[in-house]
């Protein structure tokens, strides 16, 4: 005959009556004695305690006796199946847990900002200037679905915040993946960014979409300061990103073979201009054919700067402006040489001081257009209350990056494989390249106008008509 199991002294006094001064049972009136109403049952609360899985003693206090039991029975079947969560690792603030799960997202330690990648470099920025503002203070278990819409709602600018819908949409994928990273680790039992509603990114207009001609970049050319135009040039003939420009060095460029190697970029990030020995991902490490053009343009450049190095330098030896290819204009660094006199140098290229004169270039060239929104910002006065105003944001077209989608519109036009295109891009995917740039080089209208004209420009008819099959 099989014996029944004594049960465990947590067992048999589980859940147990945590004393009160208000209740009037016995155990209560022995450890506070007072004049107050006998009751034969506990009127208060309920300790319900249990193991967890790793042998640690936990508890939890419930209003009545049929509570504590529902709850331990369904503890300790979550802990059987292997699906119970410690409350206690949901505690831990936003912040706290982007310090544990942000060096996770490297897939080796890096320990210097300038080893970021770009898209680290946009996530911590929208993490610092978004995110921890306005979350960072709440504890995981906290977040629900109604703060993160709240706060996704208060991003967009047609709401009075800083971001427009695309960005938007990246600094909520930033806190979206922490989130899930914080399910899957076992802090929260679901995600409370699911189903959050993201504002609708609005489409361009196809004029919009198309990069400019090449006649169109020889007017913003002649309008921009002397020392870019070889920078112009360069990058209409080659494709090359911005960072790419920036960071090209003298090393780098085989003028016998005709060729550019992409080996590193210039980035800023908070506002510092740093060296980076990978481009923006591993499609970018590639060797760029030179036109005629663009090497004619290079040599002179180099001729004109006799004080140029072609040295081979590492990445942690700093900028070396001298071996930069384009830069701004001569300045002098901070500090005096031994002799007293400044010691002259070339400033690396920033992104931010190339803006204003790029804009001032398409408007005189005539071919600038003016895209204007009204958003809703919010705004304090004179007497510190804050007041939704209405303000006006432009956006002007082109941007240097449209030639980049110049000359891949000129690659597809002269038949070059989408594949090839791909590599001399530094795309990672061929089908990107058809999507951004293919569709928006072809002039639809033109083509059906010229159909449509044909034989008004006198051209002969042509031998089989169309006709209509059903």
């Known amino acids: 005959m099989a014996t029944k199991k004594k049960p465990t002294p947590e067992q048999a006094t589980n859940p147990r009556p945590n004393p009160s001064m208000r209740c009037g049972c016995p155990p209560c009136l022995r450890k506070y004695p007072g004049d107050r109403p006998r009751t034969e049952e506990h009127t208060g609360s309920w300790e319900a305690r249990y193991t967890g899985p790793g042998g640690k003693p936990l508890s939890k206090t419930k209003k009545t006796y049929d509570e504590a039991v529902d709850f331990l029975e369904q503890t300790r079947t979550e802990i059987r199946q292997r699906t119970w969560i410690d409350p206690s690792r949901g505690e831990i603030h936003l912040s706290g847990w982007w310090g544990l799960w942000w060096p996770t997202q490297t897939r080796q330690k890096v320990q210097r900002i300038e080893d970021w990648t770009q898209a680290q470099l946009r996530d911590e920025g929208m993490w610092r200037n978004h995110i921890q503002p306005y979350l960072g203070s709440y504890r995981l278990y906290e977040l629900g679905w109604l703060e993160i819409q709240t706060w996704v709602n208060g991003l967009h600018d047609q709401n009075g915040g800083p971001l427009g819908a695309s960005s938007v949409t990246k600094a909520f994928q930033v806190l979206d993946r922490m989130l899930t990273a914080a399910k899957l680790d076992r802090r929260i039992p679901h995600n409370p960014a699911d189903g959050v509603r993201l504002p609708t990114i609005r489409k361009k207009h196809p004029e919009d979409r198309r990069p400019p001609s090449y006649a169109q970049l020889w007017l913003i050319r002649q309008k921009l300061p002397p020392y870019f135009h070889a920078l112009l040039i360069v990058a209409q003939e080659t494709g090359l990103r911005f960072q790419e420009l920036a960071g090209l060095r003298w090393c780098n460029v085989d003028f ?215």
């Open 256 to 470: 016998e073979a005709r060729r550019i190697h992409v080996r590193e970029v210039l980035i800023e990030p908070r506002g510092k201009v740093k060296r980076k020995a990978y481009p923006k991902s591993d499609a970018g490490l590639r060797s760029v054919p030179m036109t005629g053009l663009a090497a004619r343009v290079l040599r002179e450049l180099w001729a004109e700067e006799p004080d140029a190095s072609r040295a081979v330098s590492d990445v942690r030896d700093g900028l070396c402006e001298d071996e930069l290819v384009f830069h701004g204009r001569n300045r002098v660094r901070r500090g005096t040489k031994r002799n007293g006199r400044g010691e002259p140098y070339r400033a690396p290229l920033r992104r931010s001081a190339f803006r204003r004169p790029w804009t001032s270039a398409i408007q005189a060239a005539g071919v600038a257009r003016l895209k204007t929104r009204t958003v809703t910002v919010q705004r304090e006065d004179e007497h510190g209350r804050t007041r939704a105003v209405q303000e006006e944001r432009t956006e002007w077209w082109p941007t240097f990056h449209d030639t980049r989608h110049a000359y891949a519109s000129r690659l597809a036009d002269r038949g070059v494989p989408e594949v090839i295109t791909q590599e001399i891009l530094g795309h990672e995917r061929a089908g990107e390249v058809t999507w951004l740039y293919t569709h928006a080089a072809t002039d639809y209208a033109g083509q059906v106008l010229a159909a449509l004209e044909e034989r008004k420009l006198g051209a002969a008819p042509p031998k089989r008509r169309m006709r209509l099959v059903a």
